[in-house]
């Protein structure tokens, strides 16, 4: 059962969906790994990268005790559409996974986020997907969790390339489109089953502004795409062979090894058969003469509210990082003349008084 918490949050579909897939692949097919650990293993740590952050709880006894987990999820489009740079990190989001009370939660962070970035405060306020292309890995689990007051226990950050890899890996999915509509050079019918490689799947969950239904259309766009993968290879743990490894392992960093995934796909896979979503929900300020999105006080202690009792851990302020609002005047939302504003969010980190924006302190 899937609870979506609340949907009007603009996401970024592709990197999304990468993610998703990534997650069903640790936390719903390792069991067919570990059939195969010998041939597995030495593939799937190929991936294994530590952040070089010390990790604020001991996940090796979280793990060996059954006791909740968080795994931070990155999605970076490096080498995807035309591109070659390092790229940021377009997709964020922070699963927990609750083996005591078999639930498991996902709660997406916008990539235009507001925050002082650890390390880069002579910056803020900053989108928070520059954490990863100023400080990598370290400093993107840094901020995640000094913006919501949260323990990461694992990250897992995933490249764009590896859906279409998949999706060409399996011999390609057929899809009914739920609307109409051309992008990035192919051409969708409503109704009309079509067969998608890789590149083609990318297009169809790529679409952002076109669907009607907004977020609605574009969530229904993602499943379908994974729902196709799934059926095509009767379950998900059958992409789990040497090749795929093999494949998948270029386009993916974790600090999650071969030996904790079998533990979590032993012990906490019945968690995953109830899943709870929603996203961190924001309004569109400048800052910065950039477009950026700005919380409310009260939304992000509800995400940090949410995250931590998933982790079965008890009640604490959110973080002090990001940047919020206090105010619903509608006069500042993206201004293309709101300088003053980024002046005001910056000024309240000093301690300045300001009744509009401020750092969640």
Do not use: C
């Not at 974790?254 to 058969?273: G, H, N, P, S, V």
């Amino acid at each position: 059962m899937v609870d979506n918490v609340q949907h009007r949050k603009k996401t970024h579909p592709v990197r999304n969906t990468v993610l998703v897939l990534i997650l069903l692949l640790i936390i719903g097919g390792l069991a067919y790994g570990m059939s195969r650990y010998r041939s597995l293993k030495n593939s799937v740590n190929s991936s294994f990268k530590a952040s070089g952050l010390t990790k604020e709880r001991n996940v090796t006894s979280q793990l060996s005790s059954k006791k909740p987990i968080s795994i931070l999820l990155l999605g970076t489009d490096t080498g995807s559409f035309g591109r070659s740079d390092r790229g940021r990190t377009d997709s964020m989001m922070v699963v927990t996974i609750n083996p005591k009370t078999n639930k498991t939660t996902v709660t997406s962070v916008p990539r235009d986020t507001a925050v002082s970035i650890p390390g880069y405060t002579s910056d803020s306020p900053s989108k928070i997907n520059a954490a990863y292309a100023w400080g990598g890995t370290k400093t993107t689990i840094k901020t995640v969790q000094k913006m919501l007051n949260i323990p990461i226990d694992f990250y897992a950050l995933v490249n764009l390339g590896g859906l279409k890899k998949v999706v060409n890996k399996v011999g390609g999915v057929d899809v009914t489109p739920t609307l109409s509509f051309s992008n990035l050079g192919y051409t969708f019918k409503k109704g009309i089953k079509t067969h998608m490689n890789g590149k083609k799947a990318l297009a169809y969950v790529d679409m952002r502004y076109k669907d009607p239904q907004g977020d609605y259309g574009r969530q229904t766009r993602q499943r379908s795409v994974l729902m196709a993968i799934v059926h095509k290879t009767g379950s998900v743990s059958a992409l789990l062979n040497q090749e795929f490894i093999d494949s998948i392992s270029s386009e993916t960093q974790t600090d999650l090894t071969f030996d904790d995934l079998t533990m979590i796909a032993k012990d906490y896979r019945t968690a995953t058969k109830n899943v709870k979503q929603t996203h961190l929900q924001g309004a569109g300020k400048e800052l910065n003469d950039q477009s950026m999105e700005v919380m409310k006080k009260s939304e992000l202690q509800r995400v940090t509210n949410f995250i931590r009792n998933g982790l079965s851990l008890s009640y604490k302020k959110t973080g002090s990082i990001a940047v919020f609002s206090s105010t619903n005047s509608k006069s500042k939302s993206r201004s293309s003349s709101s300088s003053s504003t980024g002046t005001n969010a910056t000024t309240a980190n000093s301690g300045t008084n300001n009744s509009d924006y401020g750092y969640g302190y």
